[in-house]
């Protein structure tokens, strides 16, 4: 697949499109591709043997791991959890953390970053003049 | 499938495990489950018929939509746009959106949201110390 694009914007919107995963070349980062400020997300494809390539951790930033398909492993401070479609994790900036794919089929994840703290109480605005769909 | 619930804690990390996303009985928030405070993240599953009960906007907070299997529509602002898997949209907080599933098979998505202007420049920290997978 080619590198994910911009396809649309519209003055409060960006659309992109990121095709089949299982079709991904390599990690895609989205957030500068649609304008995200607040998070960043990034799409990910791991081939069998395939694994991280250093541990990492964050500064302010909490992660979340999103397994959509595939199995494989996930480490936290050492210790190693199983994953497989369906497994959410959350890590915390100072988790030393890494993942690796020792099954014989592709790994497919969805990482976003957010800022610890940040998010407010209830920010959604309920617009009940209009019916949604006319 | 039933709620999805914390399965393992440790220091830095929680884990869940939502399962199939083709079984989610109702729309699920993740982020008071695993520990989040930087962003609130739903699994959505909408049948064939099913629309967005009405139109949203948000005070601060951006939001992602990320389609992964079925078709649907999505409008901001009156404007409606064609989603499939892999189409991903970034809302900003004015926009006035609403999704619908007009096909006759599920709509399967998540949407992230998060405060805009709240990422950090270069937050990971990579750890060269030890290697990752022994």
Known sequence: MAEVTATK?????????????????????????LGFTGMQVSLNRAVPGQSSPYLHAHRQHEELYLFLAGTGE?????????VKPGTMIRVAPDGRRAWRNNSDSDLLFIVVQANVGTLTGQDGIRLDGDPAWG
Chains 1, 2 share one sequence.
């Open 74 to 82: 996930f480490q936290v401070d050492g210790e190693v959890l199983a």
């Open 9 to 33: 914007t519209g003055r409060h919107y960006t659309v992109a499109e990121a095709g089949n995963l299982e079709a991904l070349e390599k990690k895609e980062f989205i957030a500068e591709t």
